[in-house]
């Protein structure tokens, strides 16, 4: 099975599982007419011709100087395209494998490693009868490489490896073509951070021994964490709240999903009778908070993961199933948050305290959505004389949120994210 999923084009990964199924019963396979490559100086220009328009979606690995993978939904290919072939330019070589019915992929192998600087696809004008796709090439590293593809995540396809395994075709399930005559790549990688400040307005939280309130220290970490990751140019990032203002316990979780959030980040300071007690931690999602998380999306009529309607799909293919993606999706959210908590407390414990036992779970409300990898991080103990000061110092606050930022980083970067779906279809592989 080849299985590729992105979260881009306003077609998310547990959609394209459904649509799978009977994706290609009706679908009329293009025909490859060619592959050309342009090469120019640092940059080298990829053009499939085309008989005919069809879905496509891009993706890549870190294979020697870089691999990409052109996955088309409805191309038909002849057998000696399944054998490598000189490339020219960045392209050392390149293939085709067929997958069942009538989908293909196209594995480039790089000569020379590169981003992706365009995306776009042309349709018939005057004098030229066949689509284009068109993907322009610049060198660069190998991490800009990997940066340039467009936003994924590959490891719902196991989601699709479970959900499918009776089946008896496999599916080679891709999203459509993104409606832009142009998509950069760029704005592709850009991924969306919710900074969500702890408390609020009516809310103060708690309150340390000098009379500073929770609320009043989380909007300022916010607000700096918010200001950093906006100059590092990677994200997109939005805030529940940028004033004083009140906010209800699950309104946080609908601002992150109604954002198409990659990753949520509550803010919070913690306090306890004993004021000797300091240092930071990070709660992700426990298993009893995953159930809860389950229960209020059904009884709730929002039993919606992902963009697709989980209640709509055991309606007309069975309950199991609908259950089925809805756990696994979670399993998937489950384990992002908890990565990038031991990415976080990792860089936390080299500029603030720590306590014990950093990586904590809880059945906490502002984690509960079943799509959006999240931790609550609470900074330090406002119940601490020590800490209280660290909240209230400009100084501490911009160390901190940094090392905030750095883990961010981290985790965009982890090449588990960038894993694929094993590919045995064809001679490209």
Not at 233 to 240: A, I
Not at 300 to 322: N, S, T
Request: glycine share 8%; aromatic share 6%.
């Amino acid at each position: 099975m080849i299985v590729k999923i992105l979260k881009n084009a306003g077609y998310s990964g547990l959609q394209a599982v459904v649509a799978g199924f009977s994706l290609f019963a009706s679908a009329q396979a293009a025909e490859l007419l060619d592959v050309r490559f342009g090469p120019s100086g640092d940059t080298t220009r990829i053009v499939f011709d085309l008989s005919g328009a069809t879905d496509y979606t891009i993706s890549g690995d870190e294979t020697g100087a870089g691999r990409l993978m052109v996955d088309f939904a409805s191309l038909a290919t002849n057998s000696g395209d399944h054998n490598f072939k000189p490339g020219k330019g960045h392209i050392l070589r390149y293939g085709f494998a067929q997958a069942p019915q009538s989908g293909a992929r196209a594995v480039l192998e790089l000569k020379q490693s590169a981003k992706i600087s365009k995306i776009f696809m042309l349709e018939p004008s005057a004098g030229v009868a066949k689509h284009r796709l068109v993907i322009d090439l610049q060198t660069a590293d190998k991490k800009d490489f990997l940066a340039s593809l467009p936003g994924r995540y590959p490891d719902l396809a196991a989601v699709i490896e479970q959900a499918t395994a009776e089946t008896s075709q496999p599916v080679l399930v891709l999203p459509p073509t993104p409606t832009q005559k142009e998509v950069r790549a760029e704005p592709l990688a850009l991924q969306t951070i919710v900074i969500a400040a702890g408390h609020g307005g009516a809310d103060p939280g708690a309150q340390g021994q000098s009379g500073t309130f929770e609320k009043t220290v989380t909007l300022a970490a916010a607000l700096k964490l918010a200001e950093i990751l906006e100059k590092r140019g990677r994200y997109k990032v939005v805030l529940t709240r940028n004033d004083d203002s009140t906010i209800r316990p699950d309104a946080r979780e609908t601002q992150a999903r109604e954002a198409n959030a990659d990753l949520f980040i509550a803010l919070h300071a913690d306090a306890i009778a004993n004021t000797v007690v300091r240092g930071a931690s990070v709660y992700t999602l426990s298993d009893a908070g995953a159930a809860r998380s389950a229960t209020l999306a059904k009884a709730q009529g929002e039993y919606e993961v992902y963009d697709l309607d989980l209640e709509k799909v055991g309606q007309e293919r069975g309950q199991d199933l609908g259950d089925i993606l809805l756990d696994k999706a979670q399993d998937f959210t489950s384990t992002a948050s908890s990565n990038f908590a031991e990415m976080l407390i990792d860089k936390l414990a080299k500029k603030t305290p720590m306590l014990n036992r950093s990586h904590r779970k809880g059945d906490l409300r502002v984690l509960l959505a079943p799509d959006v990898p999240a931790v609550l991080m609470e900074m330090a103990f406002i119940s601490n004389v020590k800490d209280e000061a660290n909240l209230n110092s400009p100084a501490w606050r911009k160390r901190a949120m940094t090392a905030v930022a750095d883990a961010i980083d981290q985790y965009f970067d982890d090449p588990r994210l960038q894993r694929q779906a094993a590919n045995t279809a064809g001679g490209a592989q």
